[in-house]
C-alpha cells in the first residue's frame, strides 16, 4: 500500500505485503488490527515526509531494515499480542523526538530493538518486551525518557542514551533489564529513577553501579541522581553516590557517600543499618528523616549546610531518630575547641558552638532519643564526634 501526496490513513485487518508493505510518503496513520499481518522486504512500515501515528495489534515484520521506519517525527504503539521486528531495527524513529508504548514484543535481528534519533519516550509495559543483539533501546539526538516494567535486553546495552540533553530512566517494580544501563555522557543531569519496589544498590563511584532486583543485576554508568519514589524500599550498600531523592525508605549498609546533596525535596527515611556510616555532603531539605541503628555513624561533611537556620531556634533540618549510645556523628569542619553541645529536652535540637565561634544544628526525635548525655570531641581531624552516654 502506497500513499503520496497527501497525510494517508490505511486500516488493515487481512495481509499486506511488499517492498515496503505500507508505504505512507506525506505522513498519516496506519492502524494493523489483532491478527492482520505486515511485512516488508525493506521496512514492514514506512511513514515519511510528515508526522506518522502507528497503532499495531497484529504482527510486523521486515526482511531488510526496520519493522517500523518513521522518519517524520511521531509515535508507536504496540498493543498486548502485538508484535514488531525487523532485520537491523524493530522500530526506527527519526526526524523529530518520537513516542513509543510496548505492551507487547518489540525485536530486532541484527541490530537495536529500538532506536529514537531525535529523542523522545519509550514506555514497556508489565510482561512485554524489547530486544536487539546490539541495544535494546537507543536514545540519540535528544533528551529522553525510557519507563520499564518489562523486559529490556541488549548485547551490548539494554539502554543506551547518547545525547547532550537531561535524560531519565524510570524502573518500576516489575522492571528486568537484561544487560547494561548507559547515560549520556553529561552524568549529572540524567536520572535512575526507582519507582517503587525493592532490591539494591552497589554504587561503585558517583554516576556509577549495579543493580539488583527482580532475580537479576544490571550495571548502570553516567547517572548522577538515583531517586526513590514513594513506595520503594531500596538499600545502598557501600560506594559513592552523587545526589539522591529520598521519598521512600533507603537502607544504607557498609560505607556510603553521598558527594553532592540530599536533594532538598526528599521527604523519606535513610535507615542506617547497624555497622553501617553515612556521609552526607548537603541536606538543606527539612522533610527527610535519619534512623540510627546500633553502632551506626552519621557524616556530616559540611555543617553549614545540614539543614537551615543554623544555630537558632528555627532550625529545621533532616530528623534524626533513634540514636542512642554507641551512635556517633561525625561534624567536619567544625572545631574541638571550646566545643558545647547544649539540648532542648523539649524539642530535641541540640545546638553546638565553639571558640571559634562556629555553630552547627541537630534535630533530634524526642520519643526515640536514648538517654544519658550528650558529648563532642576532638575527631582527631577537622571537626568533632557526637556521642550519646
Known amino acids: 500500500v502506497f500513499v503520496t501526496g497527501a497525510a494517508g490513513s490505511v486500516t488493515n485487518n487481512a495481509g499486506i505485503s511488499g517492498y ?22 525493506t521496512s514492514g512500515v514506512f511513514i515519511a515526509g510528515g508526522a506518522g501515528t502507528f497503532n499495531n495489534a497484529g504482527t510486523v515484520t521486515a526482511s531488510g531494515a526496520a519493522g517500523a521506519d518513521i522518519e ?24 523529530g523526538a518520537g513516542t513509543v508504548t510496548n505492551n507487547g514484543s518489540i525485536s530486532s535481528v541484527n541490530s537495536f530493538g529500538i532506536d529514537l534519533t531525535g529523542g523522545g519516550s519509550v514506555t514497556n509495559g ?51 533489564f537484561n544487560g547494561a544501563v548507559v547515560g549520556a555522557s553529561g552524568a549529572a543531569s540524567n536520572t535512575l529513577e526507582l519507582a517503587g519496589g525493592t532490591g539494591s544498590i552497589a554504587a561503585s563511584s558517583a554516576g556509577y553501579g549495579t543493580v539488583t532486583a527482580n532475580g537479576n543485576s544490571w550495571s548502570f554508568s553516567n547517572f548522577g541522581t538515583v531517586a526513590v519514589d514513594t513506595g520503594g524500599n531500596w538499600t545502598l550498600n557501600g560506594g559513592n553516590v552523587a545526589t539522591v531523592v529520598d521519598n521512600g525508605t533507603i537502607g544504607v549498609t557498609g560505607s556510603v557517600n553521598i ?26 531539605g527539612t522533610n527527610s528523616q535519619m534512623t540510627f541503628q546500633t553502632g551506626s555513624e552519621l557524616v556530616i561533611d559540611n555543617p553549614s549546610v545540614f539543614g537551615i537556620n543554623i544555630g537558632s531556634t528555627a532550625y529545621a533540618g533532616p530528623l534524626l531518630e533513634g540514636f542512642a549510645a554507641g551512635d556517633t556523628i561525625d561534624v567536619e569542619q567544625f572545631g574541638a575547641a571550646g566545643v558545647a553541645p547544649q539540648l532542648d529536652s523539649t524539642t530535641g535540637l541540640l545546638q553546638l558552638s565553639n571558640s571559634a565561634q562556629q555553630t552547627a544544628s541537630l534535630q533530634f526525635q524526642t520519643a526515640s532519643l536514648g538517654s544519658g548525655t550528650f558529648h563532642a570531641t576532638s575527631d582527631g581531624a577537622t571537626g568533632i564526634v557526637v556521642t550519646l552516654s
Open 20 to 41: 515496503h508493505g505500507v508505504g505512507l510518503e506525506a505522513g498519516g496513520t496506519f492502524t494493523n488490527n489483532a491478527g492482520a499481518t505486515v511485512s516488508g522486504s
Open 126 to 176: 508489565a510482561g512485554a518486551s524489547i530486544s536487539g543483539p546490539g541495544i535494546g533501546v537507543a536514545v540519540y539526538g535528544g533528551s529522553g525518557t525510557v519507563t520499564n516494567s518489562g523486559t529490556i535486553s541488549g548485547g551490548f546495552n539494554a539502554v543506551r542514551f547518547a545525547n547532550s540533553g537531561a535524560n531519565r530512566l524510570v524502573v518500576n517494580p516489575t522492571a528486568v
Open 259 to 284: 558527594s553532592g546533596a540530599i536533594d532538598p525535596a526528599s521527604a523519606g527515611l535513610f535507615q542506617l543499618n547497624s555497622g553501617a556510616t553515612l556521609a552526607v555532603a548537603a541536606a538543606l
Open 72 to 95: 517524520g517525527g511521531g509515535s508507536v504503539s504496540n498493543a498486548s499480542g502485538g508484535s514488531i521486528s525487523g532485520s537491523s531495527f524493530g522500530i526506527f524513529l527519526s526526524g
